[in-house]
């Protein structure tokens, strides 16, 4: 990991919790039943992102149409770790692969993809380092489906909540909710192939 590519994400010793925000239709019987339900599209590709505010920023704080449930989801770290290393970058980085020919036979065989992205202040402005976005297609978007989800929450009420502290100045207040993202541990072996540098 980078100085400004960072894996910071609310995790145990075994799970891992991302975020992602759907229409209500969708997300709250996922919340629910604590699983994705069948109107959940397995052969598209979809987007974890281990960062709160960069949701909050995708979202606009639940307010986006088709995006006005946000739900915490606990994976295994397992499988978060399996993603990664099945990853490809979205696009061609100089270093990373010896040309953009190879870059583009790994990004079609590769079930994951990783995107770095300005992570995000309680204002939604960018911050100088960057976060991951995590995008998982074919076998693993079936696995995150049905293997690796271990509870489904939804969040929306805590990003209102949020959003109103921030709204009314009280900064301290807003930070004192947010989920406690940390470094997680992924070295060389989970995103060397993922950042230069």
């Known amino acids: 990991m980078t100085g400004t590519h960072r ?3 609310l ?15 969708l997300g709250l019987p996922a919340a629910r039943d604590g699983r994705f339900p069948a109107a959940w599209k397995r052969d598209r590709m979809t987007w974890i992102k281990p960062s709160f505010l960069w949701m909050m920023y995708r979202c606009g704080w639940a307010e986006k ?3 006005e449930t946000v739900l915490a989801v606990e994976i295994s770290r397992d499988g978060f770790e399996w993603a990664l290393r099945n990853a ?11 040309d953009e020919a190879a870059w583009k036979r790994e ?3 590769a079930p994951a993809r990783v995107q770095w992205d300005p992570e995000r202040d ?3 402005n960018a911050l100088p380092h960057r976060s991951l976005q995590l995008g998982l297609a074919g076998e693993a978007a079936g696995r995150y489906a049905d293997e690796w989800t271990l509870s489904i929450t939804d ?8 959003h109103a502290l921030v709204r009314s100045g009280d900064l301290d207040a807003a ?7 940390t470094a997680y541990p992924a070295g060389d072996e989970l995103l060397g192939h993922l950042t230069v540098g």
């Open 7 to 9: 894996v910071r994400a």
């Open 11 to 25: 995790h145990t010793e075994t799970t891992v919790t991302v975020y992602q925000a759907y229409a209500p239709g």
């Open 65 to 67: 149409e088709n995006q």
């Open 88 to 98: 490809c970058v979205s696009h061609y980085v100089h270093g990373l692969h010896t």
């Open 107 to 109: 990004l079609r065989q």
């Open 122 to 124: 309680l204002h939604l």
């Open 155 to 162: 969040v929306t009420p805590l990003a209102h909540e949020i």
């Open 175 to 181: 930070t004192a909710l947010l989920p406690r993202e």
